[in-house]
T-cell receptor, first 118, second 115 residues
């Protein structure tokens, strides 16, 4: 079946502009995660969604970063007033949920969006 | 919070030889340890995982071992092939109920298999 998809695959923007990154999780997966992969920092957690709510936002690096999820499916990560240090690959992952037990631990990643801030 | 260290950062092996990548974690509450393979320009792909109630798991040429007491786990690839060349990441997570299972990753190992 279809895996996690992300768009755009590449985004080049100018410093100070806002960007939106999109994630389509695997159908039926109610848990969704955003991670950032940057040189020298490895893969780091940003935010976790269960359905449309985000119980864990602890990884968002500043208030310029926000994310939402609608309909329990598509999620959008928004970065306002982009800075050069925001340049990275932004990865989305989804996992299924077991009723009464929450999200399972197995996460499936999308191909990522490579963001370059000039 | 959890911290995962991964070694070596780069590993070169001859085709047919074995490769071993090691990780240590700090939080004894961690109970899930996946390994991901990432090829250039692609997202991480889950290749094998192990949970804290198991000491070893195998899947064809790939195996993972876990030592909970020492807080370390290892990936073993036997009979390496050129297509095994990639970056490998270990990770650790714990079941945080409604707060999900965020993964904490190691820094990655670049594996090169020379033919």
């Amino acid at each position: 079946g279809a895996g996690v998809s992300q768009s755009p695959s590449n985004k080049v923007t100018e410093k100070g502009k806002d960007v939106e990154l999109r994630c389509d999780p695997i159908s039926g997966h109610t848990a969704l995660y955003w991670y950032r992969q940057s040189l020298g920092q490895g893969l780091e957690f940003l935010i976790y969604f269960q359905g449309n709510s985000a119980p864990d936002k602890s990884g968002l690096p500043s208030d310029r970063f926000s994310a939402e999820r609608t309909g329990g499916s598509v999620s959008t990560l928004t970065i306002q007033r982009t800075q050069q240090e925001d340049s990275a690959v932004y990865l989305c992952a989804s996992s299924p949920t077991i009723r009464g037990q929450g999200a399972t631990d197995t996460q499936y990643f999308g191909p990522g969006t490579r963001l370059t801030v000039l | 919070g959890e911290n995962v260290e991964q070694h070596p950062s780069t590993l070169s092996v001859q085709e047919g030889d074995s490769a071993v990548i090691k990780c240590t974690y700090s939080d004894s509450a961690s109970n899930y340890f996946p390994w991901y393979k990432q090829e250039l320009g692609k997202g991480p792909q889950l290749i094998i995982d192990i949970r804290s109630n198991v000491g070893e798991k195998k899947d064809q040429r790939i195996a993972v071992t876990l030592n909970k007491t020492a807080k370390h786990f290892s990936l073993h690839i036997t009979e390496t092939q050129p297509e095994d060349s990639a970056v490998y990441f270990c990770a650790a997570s714990w079941s945080a109920g409604r707060y999900g299972n965020k993964l904490v990753f190691g820094a990655g190992t670049i594996l090169r298999v020379k033919s």
